[in-house]
């Protein structure tokens, strides 16, 4: 079991999580942070992100870097972790 809650109340797990998605698209096409100068662009970006199977993997095998403790067995946090209420 992940703690979540403690996780999300972690701004190094949110800045992680954003780039695990955004870097695998930015880096697909090429592109860099300054290119996305409309939100129109941004959507455009997206869509066709979402719609490319090897972007998606891209995005997954990301998430799964960012999520996963290397520390601990299968997908889970520690048993000290699991007790947290806030971030340490």
Sequence with gaps: MINWKVRF???VFLAQLFLSI???I???FGLTAQDLTT???LFILL????SN??????????LWNAINDP???GIEDSH????YQWPK
């Design 71 to 73: 520390t601990t067995r």
């Design 26 to 28: 930015l880096g697909y």
């Design 47 to 50: 869509r066709e992100a979402f």
């Design 9 to 11: 109340k972690n701004p």
């Design 53 to 62: 199977p090897y972007v998606v993997f891209m995005i997954v095998v990301s």
């Design 80 to 83: 000290q972790a699991k007790r």
């Design 39 to 41: 939100w129109g662009a």
């Design 22 to 24: 955004i870097l695998p």
